[in-house]
């Protein structure tokens, strides 16, 4: 299984796009910041990570307001074919707080 679910601020996002068949996509980048406990010791976490929202999803994102905290759930994939590195589709959020 392949899911994600990660509360976090949206850090960046670029302007709304078009891909040639005509679906909505906007890039973002999300921030987190938690406290989890490992082997019985705190340990603070702290990244970011790239985003993207495909489809009817991506207008919202593309309203949410920078700097705000969500609850994302989606699926992380490669960047593209012969990447290593993922980017988290974003597939639905949720204001926290």
């Known amino acids: 299984?392949?899911?994600?679910?990660?509360?976090?601020?949206?850090?960046?996002?670029?302007v709304l796009r078009y891909t040639p068949a005509g679906i909505p996509i906007v890039t973002a980048r999300l921030q987190h910041q938690s406290e989890q406990m490992e082997?019985?010791?705190?340990?603070l976490v702290e990244f970011d990570i790239a985003a993207m929202a495909v489809g009817e999803i991506s207008g919202r994102l593309n309203k949410a307001a920078l700097g705000a905290m969500f609850q994302f759930t989606g699926f992380l994939a490669r960047r593209n074919r012969?990447?290593?590195?993922?980017?988290?589709?974003?597939?639905?959020?949720?204001p926290v707080g």
Do not use: C, P, T
């Open 82 to 94: 012969n990447s290593k590195s993922v980017v988290f589709h974003i597939v639905d959020f949720d």
């Open 1 to 14: 299984m392949n899911q994600l679910q990660v509360i976090a601020s949206l850090a960046e996002r670029d």
């Open 39 to 43: 082997a019985g010791i705190k340990r």
